[in-house]
């Protein structure tokens, strides 16, 4: 599982040295307060188990499970909850913890739904951003890497369900896609 093909790679060890810089980012942006990091499942289980270990302030964690809106609602960008979060964020400084963020449809839906629910603040990080593939504007606060548009998995990101606890990002060969 642990063998590596050609392609485009993020080592675990690139992967190590940009979570503790975003974590240190954000220890110094929320420094004195108590930010409540909500994961989006799947994908963002494992970078906010990483994130939230170096962070240096305290901070509370909930997540929301969401279903992706698929090709035939691709336009509307409707997302479906799947897993509510478990408590009120009214007043609190929230930060939105991604794995990715593709066309923005999903984050743009979910920004704008706890925009709605009275946060003090709120703020995205994502691991990876696949810029050139926006559909619409979101607004990106942290961000791991800009990656190019390839079918990426590793470190929650997965293919069929597979590959999600690699821990580097790399690319899925054409045989890999094939073989699902
Ligand atoms: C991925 C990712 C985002 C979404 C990004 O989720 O975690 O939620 O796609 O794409 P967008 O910017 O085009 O909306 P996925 O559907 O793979 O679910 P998962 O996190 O459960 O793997």
Redesign the pocket.
């Known amino acids: 599982m642990n063998q590596k093909k050609g392609g485009f790679l993020i080592s675990e060890k690139e992967i190590k040295e940009r979570v503790k810089a975003i974590a240190d980012e954000i220890s110094r942006d929320y420094n004195g307060k108590n930010p409540l990091l909500v994961g989006?499942?799947?994908?963002?289980f494992i970078f906010l188990a990483d994130l939230i270990r170096e962070l240096s302030i305290d901070a509370e964690v909930d997540f929301l499970?969401?279903?992706?809106?698929g090709k035939a609602t691709?336009t509307s960008?409707e997302?479906k909850i799947l897993k509510d979060l478990s408590e009120s964020i009214d007043g609190k400084d929230v930060i939105i913890v991604?794995?990715?963020?593709?066309?923005?449809?999903?984050?743009?839906?979910l920004y704008e739904l706890l925009k709605t629910r009275n946060p003090n603040s709120l703020k995205i990080c994502v691991f990876l951003d696949?810029k050139e593939?926006?559909?619409v504007e979101?607004p990106v606060h942290y961000v791991g890497f800009e990656v190019p548009d390839l079918f990426l998995v590793g470190y929650?990101?997965?293919f069929a369900?597979k590959y999600?606890q690699l821990k580097y990002i790399r690319e899925l060969t054409p045989e890999e896609v094939k073989n699902v």
């Open positions: 989006i499942l799947k994908g963002a499970a969401v279903s992706s809106y691709e960008g997302v991604e794995d990715i963020v593709d066309t923005g449809l999903t984050l743009k839906y696949k593939r926006r559909v979101v929650g990101l997965d369900e999600r």
